[in-house]
């Protein structure tokens, strides 16, 4: 890409590090970023901490009192969201999350093991993602947890797979092909050298059957 085989790159995924690479990078390449908003960079990317405080706001009002955020990492903008809604609503918040983590399956059987060494098992879970969130569903019913009598889980990115568990996964849209397609009509700008503003798509909470309904 450096030696100049592309007019630039639409960058998707926020990892450990992507953020000193994508800093890097863009002195050499034109770069779109649908993550959360680095420097100076173009963005097209939903409000990530408006994601965390919906998923607090569900959990609580579905009547949880052991919150947990499972994945990521603390400085992620879903789980700031999470963690300083519940604060505010004077609820404390358990962490569960990996020291390398990229949100796959794998994590997710990770995260249910410590999920498990737990002293008290969560009443209300925000996981980081569709993927997590069916890994947890999967372990935990296994472990005999009813879900969401027990245990209620919440995901973020609402992706077909959130259709094919068992109850289905309540996740908060984050609107990908919204904003794919209103990435690629700004990326032809910016590879053109035209300005653009960055956009902020909010997300919004699909309710389906792995949380409670509201008791409050």
Known sequence: ???GRTDGVIVTSFTEGSEER????????K???MTEKIDNITSVHFNEKKAGEIAGEHLMKAGCKRLCVAGGWKNCGRVRGFIEYCRKKGKEVSLLIEEKFSGYYEDGIKLAKKL?????????IFVFNDLIGVALISEIKEKGVKIPED???ISCDNTEICLYTEPKL???DTKFKERAEK????????AKGETVKDVIVQPEIIIRGTTKKGVM
């Open 1 to 3: 890409m450096l030696d």
């Open 22 to 29: 994508y800093k890097k990078y863009s002195k050499y390449l």
């Open 31 to 33: 770069i779109l970023t």
């Open 116 to 124: 498990f060494e737990m002293r008290e098992l969560p009443d209300g």
């Open 151 to 153: 245990v209620s889980i």
């Open 170 to 172: 309540t996740s908060i």
């Open 183 to 190: 990435a690629i009509e700004n990326f032809i700008k910016v």
